[in-house]
């Protein structure tokens, strides 16, 4: 955008191609349009997917007008009327809610223990915690649905196991942020508390877990944004209709017959997500506005990647 | 001023394999600035976490006022810590920050708001309480740190180079304010650095430290004027530290041999034959004309002149090969010297002080050093 006003600037002193081309001390023009190209290559299907989510027609290929028609003004088809469309909504909604809330506090206690623990094991136990965030998902999917059948049997398929499947893998993610912000944190604060009289449980609860909330939540983010979008771990463990997620109607429906409902659901739960996302960010910078702007981008850059 | 006394008993610390404290014994006495200095790795900070709780000891025992404490986690110590990273609460205000520890005393709240309040005084920062430490500068933020550990009157204040993240000017103003401080308040400071003017120009008492144990431990002047050893000679201040031979002892002095020159030493520890250097200050060389002679008078050449303002540093190279730095002061009365110039110059036998070798320490380079082109 600014290029532009460079470049007409440029003309008027007749500056020659190759310098334009390859000015050291001009601006990055070729990495801005190699990033330009990237990011609209990446959002176009998902503007079109949204687009099409306010079509008039029943087609989800050729433009027909906008309409509301597909997220509730329709009688039977729109996602407001549809039962089956509104129950893979709230369940994947009910879902995501009860992964956020075990997997972050849970994955806080875990971050706060393996630093603590220092001694043999702690090395294997610190990357076995990691190792769901490599482990192929379907092979980590197979084996929680042998366990819930076999061993598990007691607890079964369905909500329940969707939901330790969802906690167990988005754990790792939780761990991973949390020990990113006690590192930033460094030991010099605990020390220092201690030092001035608090005990063990002061020194987390007046210390660590207030300078902890940001990253708890961007923890609370990650798990929703983990668990809205997983497909693979719900569709094993899902026991029956009731326990079906968006992702797995959006994807049993678009063999038949589907309609530009499935596109408004995706739209309702992208909302869902940037909502979070604004949510979260908002949260970090209220609770890092002590810290230097550099710092607290830095970190919310490291836990978000 | 019967509180804070601090005693060390064969303190050791090991870390695996590796010694960081090897048993150290150690009296503090109340209200005394005790400074800990050695160069990195010596176990002085290892020490301080010792006697904070931050660390348990392997061996040994740490007694405060008698009681032995080496067993009593921090929280329940009553000494305090001022830290390098000032390690401020970033989510706290300063006014929060200073009365975190209170908390943890018996005090209604109205106490509360009054000792804050001193403490924000006494480190000059009454005005900065509702600010985060995030907005406060460098040294500010250590003077906060300072105030939060002050205000739970502890008998001990631990100080982990708290001057040490902070620019030289800043670090002048923070000593005289530390010291002044320390004073008022007749609390015992140990105090950790590397830094050896911070270490001369506020403590009572110095312990310089070297590889888990302590060197030489006494006053300032003591630790500057006569070192027990090499180590402590090089470590504080500039010396010169020349290799020579002992001779025997006889009632006026020792006589010792630098090369074919022959110098008196007025008090040497070490015996005949010994292998020993000798120590002389920069300041106590003097320089006199090419071809004075008399007693520990040798001839040299000046090898480099560095003016340093109000002094300036002379190295000269004595005629057996060993070089010299002899501080001269721009007072005008000294003759101005050039590289190259012949000169004799003069250690005084009172200024000479005889120290066992000590292969880890550098003596005076030899001609081996690279020699400008006259």
Same mark, same amino acid.
């Given at each position: 955008?600014?290029?532009?006003?460079?470049?007409?600037?440029?003309?008027?002193?007749?500056?020659?191609?190759?310098?334009?081309?390859?000015?050291?001390?001009g601006?990055?023009r070729?990495?801005?349009?190699?990033?330009?190209?990237?990011?609209i290559?990446?959002?176009?299907?998902?503007?079109?997917?949204?687009?099409?989510?306010?079509?008039?027609g029943?087609?989800?290929?050729?433009l027909?007008?906008?309409?509301?028609?597909?997220f509730?003004?329709?009688p039977?088809?729109?996602?407001?009327?549809?039962?089956t469309?509104q129950?893979?909504?709230t369940?994947?909604?009910?879902?995501?809610?009860?992964?956020?809330?075990?997997a972050?506090?849970l994955?806080?206690?875990?971050?706060?223990?393996?630093?603590?623990?220092?001694?043999?094991g702690?090395?294997?136990a610190?990357?076995?915690?990691?190792?769901?965030?490599?482990?192929?998902?379907?092979?980590f =999917?197979? &084996?929680?649905?042998?366990?819930?059948?076999? !061993?598990?049997?007691? #607890?079964? +398929? $369905?909500? /329940?196991?969707? %939901?330790?499947?969802?906690?167990?893998?988005?754990?790792?993610w939780v761990?991973?942020?949390?020990?990113?912000?006690?590192?930033?944190?460094?030991?010099?604060?605990?020390?220092?508390?201690?030092d001035l009289?608090?005990?063990?449980?002061h020194?987390?609860?007046r210390?660590?877990?207030?300078?902890?909330?940001?990253?708890?939540?961007?923890?609370?983010?990650?798990?929703?944004?983990?668990?809205i979008?997983?497909?693979?771990?719900?569709?094993y463990?899902?026991?029956?209709?009731d326990?079906?997620?968006?992702?797995?109607?959006i994807?049993?429906? =678009?063999? &038949?017959?589907?309609?530009?409902?499935?596109? !408004?659901?995706?739209? #309702?739960? +992208? $909302?869902? /997500?940037?909502? %979070?996302?604004?949510?979260?960010y908002?949260?970090?910078?209220?609770?890092?506005?002590?810290?230097?702007?550099?710092?607290a981008?830095?970190?919310?850059?490291?836990?978000?990647? | 001023?019967s509180?804070?006394?601090?005693?060390?008993?064969?303190?050791v610390?090991?870390?695996?394999?590796?010694?960081?404290?090897?048993?150290?014994?150690?009296?503090?006495?109340?209200?005394?600035?005790?400074?800990m200095l050695?160069?990195?790795?010596?176990g002085k900070?290892?020490?301080?976490?010792?006697?904070?709780?931050f660390?348990?000891?392997?061996?040994?025992k740490?007694?405060?006022?008698?009681?032995?404490?080496?067993?009593?986690?921090?929280?329940?110590?009553?000494v305090?810590?001022?830290?390098?990273?000032?390690?401020?609460?970033?989510?706290?205000?300063?006014?929060?920050?200073?009365?975190?520890?209170?908390?943890?005393?018996?005090?209604?709240?109205a106490?509360v708001k009054?000792?804050?309040?001193?403490?924000?005084?006494?480190?000059?920062?009454e005005e900065?309480?509702?600010r985060?430490?995030?907005?406060l500068?460098?040294?500010?933020?250590?003077?906060?740190?300072?105030?939060?550990?002050l205000?739970?009157?502890?008998?001990?204040?631990l100080?982990?180079?708290p001057?040490?993240?902070?620019?030289?000017?800043l670090?002048?103003?923070?000593?005289?304010e530390?010291k002044?401080?320390q004073?008022?308040?007749e609390?015992?400071?140990?105090?950790?650095?590397h830094?050896?003017?911070?270490?001369?120009?506020m403590?009572?008492?110095?312990?310089?430290?070297?590889?888990?144990?302590?060197?030489?431990?006494?006053?300032?002047?003591?630790?500057?004027?006569?070192?027990?050893?090499?180590?402590?000679?090089n470590f504080?201040?500039?010396s010169?530290l020349?290799?020579?031979?002992?001779?025997?002892?006889?009632g006026?002095?020792?006589?010792?041999?630098?090369?074919?020159?022959?110098l008196?030493?007025?008090?040497?520890?070490?015996?005949?034959?010994?292998?020993?250097?000798?120590?002389i200050?920069?300041?106590?060389?003097?320089?006199?004309?090419?071809?004075?002679?008399?007693e520990?008078?040798?001839?040299?050449?000046?090898?480099?002149?560095?003016?340093?303002?109000?002094?300036?540093?002379?190295?000269?190279?004595?005629?057996?090969?060993?070089?010299?730095?002899?501080d001269?002061?721009?007072?005008?009365?000294?003759?101005?010297?050039?590289?190259?110039?012949?000169?004799?110059v003069?250690?005084?036998?009172?200024?000479l002080?005889?120290?066992?070798?000590?292969?880890?320490?550098?003596?005076?380079?030899?001609?081996?050093?690279?020699?400008?082109a006259?």
């Open positions: 955008m600014s290029a532009t006003s460079v470049e007409t600037a440029a003309t008027k002193e007749r500056v020659s191609l190759r310098d334009r081309l390859a000015n050291p001390w601006r990055p070729f990495l801005a349009i190699v990033t330009w190209v990237y990011i290559w990446s959002l176009v299907p998902v503007l079109l997917a949204i687009r099409f989510a306010f079509n008039s029943r087609s989800r290929t050729s027909q007008g906008w309409s509301l028609r597909w509730w003004q329709d039977t088809l729109s996602v407001f009327h549809d039962p469309l129950s893979a909504l369940h994947s909604l009910e879902l995501a809610l009860i992964v956020m809330a075990i972050t506090p994955g806080t206690a875990l971050a706060l223990g393996m630093r603590r623990w220092i001694g043999p702690s090395g294997i610190n990357i076995v915690l990691l190792l769901p965030l490599v482990t192929p998902e379907l092979v =999917a197979v &084996g929680m649905f042998l366990l819930f059948t076999t !061993a598990f049997g007691f #607890i079964g +398929l $369905g909500t /329940t196991a969707q %939901a330790i499947g969802q906690v167990t893998f988005t754990l790792s761990v991973l942020i949390v020990r990113g912000r006690l590192a930033t944190i460094g030991r010099d604060v605990e020390e220092a508390a201690a009289g608090a005990p063990p449980l020194v987390v609860g210390v660590l877990l207030p300078l902890l909330v940001p990253a708890m939540a961007a923890s609370l983010l990650v798990s929703f944004a983990l668990s979008d997983d497909f693979v771990v719900s569709q463990l899902a026991s029956g209709a326990t079906t997620t968006v992702p797995m109607r994807y049993s429906q =678009a063999r &038949g017959g589907p309609t530009p409902a499935l596109n !408004a659901l995706a739209t #309702i739960m +992208l $909302g869902f /997500t940037l909502f %979070a996302l604004a949510l979260a908002f949260v970090y910078q209220m609770m890092t506005r002590g810290e230097t702007k550099e710092s981008v830095k970190t919310l850059a490291m836990e978000m990647g | 001023m509180e804070g006394d601090i005693r060390l008993v064969g303190l610390k090991r870390f695996g394999d590796a010694v960081a404290v090897n048993g150290i014994d150690l009296h503090v006495t109340p209200g005394e600035f005790f400074t050695g160069p990195s790795g010596c900070t290892t020490t301080l976490r010792l006697i904070a709780g660390e348990r000891p392997t061996e040994g740490i007694l405060l006022d008698g009681n032995d404490m080496s067993r009593t986690p921090p929280h329940k110590r009553r305090n810590t001022v830290f390098q990273s000032y390690a401020l609460f970033p989510h706290k205000s300063v006014y929060d920050n200073v009365a975190f520890g209170l908390r943890y005393q018996r005090v209604t709240k106490e009054r000792r804050v309040g001193e403490a924000m005084a006494l480190v000059r920062l900065f309480g509702q985060r430490p995030s907005q500068s460098g040294g500010q933020q250590q003077r906060v740190a300072l105030a939060r550990a205000v739970l009157e502890p008998p001990v204040l100080l982990d180079e001057l040490g993240a902070l620019d030289a000017r670090r002048i103003d923070l000593q005289v530390l002044r401080i004073e008022q308040l609390v015992t400071f140990i105090y950790v650095t830094d050896q003017d911070e270490a001369l120009t403590s009572d008492r110095v312990a310089v430290m070297r590889a888990g144990n302590i060197e030489q431990c006494d006053e300032p002047r003591v630790l500057y004027e006569t070192p027990a050893t090499a180590f402590v000679a504080l201040g500039a010169n020349v290799p020579v031979a002992v001779g025997q002892s006889h006026d002095g020792t006589p010792l041999s630098l090369g074919s020159f022959d008196r030493a007025e008090n040497c520890p070490l015996g005949h034959g010994e292998d020993a250097v000798a120590m200050r920069p300041e106590n060389v003097r320089l006199e004309p090419h071809g004075t002679t008399g520990n008078r040798v001839p040299g050449m000046v090898e480099e002149v560095v003016y340093l303002g109000f002094h300036q540093e002379v190295r000269v190279r004595l005629a057996n090969g060993t070089l010299v730095k002899v001269v002061p721009n007072d005008d009365e000294q003759a101005e010297l050039e590289q190259g110039d012949p000169v004799c003069h250690l005084p036998a009172r200024h002080r005889v120290l066992a070798a000590d292969a880890a320490v550098p003596s005076a380079p030899a001609a081996e050093e690279p020699v400008v006259a």
